[in-house]
Structures are given as C-alpha cells and as structure tokens.
C-alpha cells in the first residue's frame, strides 16, 4: 500500500534534511513518555504498557513524549471513550512550540450514544493551520483497540488508520505553501473537555453523570528521528541502504493505497476545507489546485 519514492531530488532533499537527526525506534512501551498534566487523572500500568487518560468535571489529563522528532512515523493503537462521549475531545498529535508552530493533528470529536464519533485532522505550517478534514469510521473505535498513525517525511504527511491511508498533505513549498520541514515536534495527546464545540457545534454538553471519562492507549511505537544537536547518524546511510523499518523515509502511495484514499474519501469524509468555496470567497488555498488527496 506504501511504497519508497524514487524521486532523486526528493532523495536529495531527505539526506539533506535529516543531517542533524537520530533514528530511534520505541516500540509498544511508554517508557519514553511522561505524563504532564491532570494531578493523577493520566495512568501508565501493566509495567508501562498501557496508558490511561481520565475526564472528570474538575480536569481532563495529557502526556507527551520525552523526545522530539524531526521526520518518522508515529503509531499509537487508542480504544475511545465509551458510550455517550459528547462535549470530550481525544487528541493525538505532533507539535513544536511557539508562535510559528508546526502541528499535525488527530482529534477525535465524541458524540452522544449510538452517534459516530468525528476524526478531525490538520495540518499547521510556520504558525498557519486551517488545513481542516474530517471523517467518521468503518468502526466502533471505543470497543477495541486500532492502530493511528502519522507519517512524516520531507516530502508529504500521511494519515493512516489501521494502516490505511485517510489524508495525505503534500510537501508544496515549491508553490509557496508552508510545509513542517525544520522544527523538530514532539508527541502530545489529552483528553478534555470543549463542550463548547465539539459536538455538534457546541449543542450537545458533556453529561458529567458518567464521569470519569477514560481513553486507553497501548504500543505507542516512534520509528523516527530523534532531534539531537550535532548528530548525523539519521542521515549517514545512503537511501539505497535504508532498511525495511526505514521506508518512511521517503514512502509516497502505491495503487493499491490510492485506491483505500479514495473509498475512505468518497465513503467516509464529512468535510474538506479543499471543497469549502463559502469559507474561502478570495479562491481556495493554492495546494487543494494541485491535489484532491490533500
């Protein structure tokens, strides 16, 4: 479904732009990530190998990874809050800091019982977001757990979700749009409360009387490039030597994968900003001319 570039400039680019980089794999522990926030609401158990994340109407609580990463792939296996989830906000994301931020976001909007939860997505460049899609899922996703990824190379950004491809977004500089190539980000998610808007714009409160709300996570894997000040080992090898477990690198889509975008696009996507004339009457943002798989 994936499949290594043969672009020689975007070879070019990859060695380029992984010079100060590290790679480094975690697999299915937590043990490279700590809990930041909700005074005991985040849990890692089962000798770190499953993390927990707790709502309550006083707090909502988050983690983060303790590296930063410039370029990999990030998979996190996530079981959703249960039952009627309306007002809470799941997130799963990658980000810098700052004004001038980079940010590659899952959110997942949930909803009253019986109603599919929002997969809501983004993209930030240098501070600039609006690059807004949503989807609902061929799934229950609060009943077991599936695997979320997002991959990230010089080249473009793909959403997977259960290893198939939801979104791609593009690497177009070359036009003038901003692209994550230079900050290294880290890996954050939360659960919180935004009843304000999160279901159903706004209209349907979280109902406090099933609190605690609980979101699970499990094989939280970075096979990615650790950013390291001075370090070069990311980028020491030559592309043809890139083993198997380092074809993010440089993996754009094979047929087969373009064929799973388009049934999750004509399926499953509720709202592209790409297709949205009435928030944007001055013309559409000039990548969504180049590609419908933005």
């Known amino acids: 479904m994936l499949c290594p570039s043969s672009s020689r400039a975007s070879k070019m680019l990859m060695l380029v732009m ?8 975690s697999y299915g522990s937590f043990e490279d990530v700590e809990i930041t926030w909700g005074n005991g609401r985040g849990k890692i158990l089962n ?8 709502l309550d109407n006083y707090s909502g ?26 007002g809470t906000v799941t997130t799963y994301y990658l980000s810098s800091q700052g004004a001038t931020h980079d940010e590659i976001d899952f959110e997942f909007l949930g909803n009253v019982s019986g109603q599919p939860y929002t997969v809501h997505t983004n993209v930030f460049a ?29 080249q473009r950004i793909i959403f997977l979700v259960d290893n198939i491809p939801i979104r791609v977004f593009n690497n177009n500089e ?29 209209r ?14 499990k094989n939280f894997n970075a096979n990615a490039c650790v950013h390291s000040a001075g370090s070069s080992s990311c980028g020491s090898q030559s592309t043809k030597s890139i083993s198997n477990d380092q074809a993010w690198q440089t993996q ?7 064929k799973r975008l388009r049934w999750v696009q004509k399926k499953f996507m509720i709202y592209n900003y790409c297709t949205d ?17 933005l």
């Open 18 to 25: 992984l010079m100060s980089c590290l790679v480094s794999s």
């Open 47 to 54: 000798g770190g190998q499953l993390l927990t994340l707790s």
């Open 61 to 86: 609580s988050g983690f983060q990874s303790k590296n930063e990463y410039l370029f990999g792939r990030i998979d996190m296996q996530l079981k959703l809050v249960a039952g009627n989830s309306a």
């Open 126 to 154: 240098q501070g600039k977001g609006n690059r807004e899609q949503q989807f609902h899922l061929w799934f229950d996703p609060t009943t077991s757990f599936h695997t979320y990824s997002i991959l990230w190379n010089p």
């Open 174 to 202: 070359a036009i003038g749009v901003p692209f994550p190539t230079s900050q290294p980000m880290r890996v954050y998610s939360s659960l919180w409360n935004a009843d304000d808007w999160a279901t159903q714009g706004g």
């Open 204 to 217: 349907v409160k979280t109902d406090w009387t099933h609190a605690p709300f609980t979101a699970s996570y």
């Open 252 to 258: 754009d889509l094979d047929a087969n994968g373009r």
């Open 277 to 293: 004339t009435q928030r944007f009457p001055q013309g559409l943002p000039l990548e969504c001319k180049r590609s419908r798989f």
